[in-house]
């Protein structure tokens, strides 16, 4: 698969085989994370591996829904700690390249993922409750949560936008 058809055919996977991913793999997810571009080259993320089933409860519970996360045989949590970042603007960014890295490696290994949100500035409290659970530091945020796994569905097919409704040329 080359980089365009792994970007283009990449899509959320909510159903995995009950297998685990073996720690190469893992590795190899993280460093994609790792090599994403960021701010002022500040590399500020922190990446925690999750696969305990009390701590997906927690996170199930604080979403208020994702139940298939309960299946995932591994759960990334995707945060930034501000102590390494020169600037508070950016970090939300950065992370987020980090996780697409993430979800497109996960899709060139035939893993299949999910991206989870976890921070809504207009509802902290789901930020919060999952943040105790992981025991960080408060220097360190959580941005998103990438469900991964063996897939065990095909992805559902999804309405696109048309090319004519996104683009513009020189100004809108
Ligand atoms: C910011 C953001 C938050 C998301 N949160 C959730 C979520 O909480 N639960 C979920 O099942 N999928 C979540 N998704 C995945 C989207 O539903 C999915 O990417 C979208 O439907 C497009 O489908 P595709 O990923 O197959 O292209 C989220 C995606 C993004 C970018």
Known sequence: MDALECINSRRSIRKY???TIP?????KLIIAGMNAPSA???QPWIFILIKNQKTKNIIIEAKGGSQFIMKAPLIIACCYDENKSPDKYHNIENVSLAAENILLA????RLGACYIGAFDPENLKVEKKISEALNLPKNVHLVSLISIGYPDELPKSKKMKKYSEVIRIEHY
């Open 106 to 109: 996960a899709h060139v290994l």
């Open 40 to 42: 002022y080259n500040s």
């Open 17 to 19: 085989k009950n297998k």
């Open 23 to 27: 720690s190469g793999i893992v590795r």
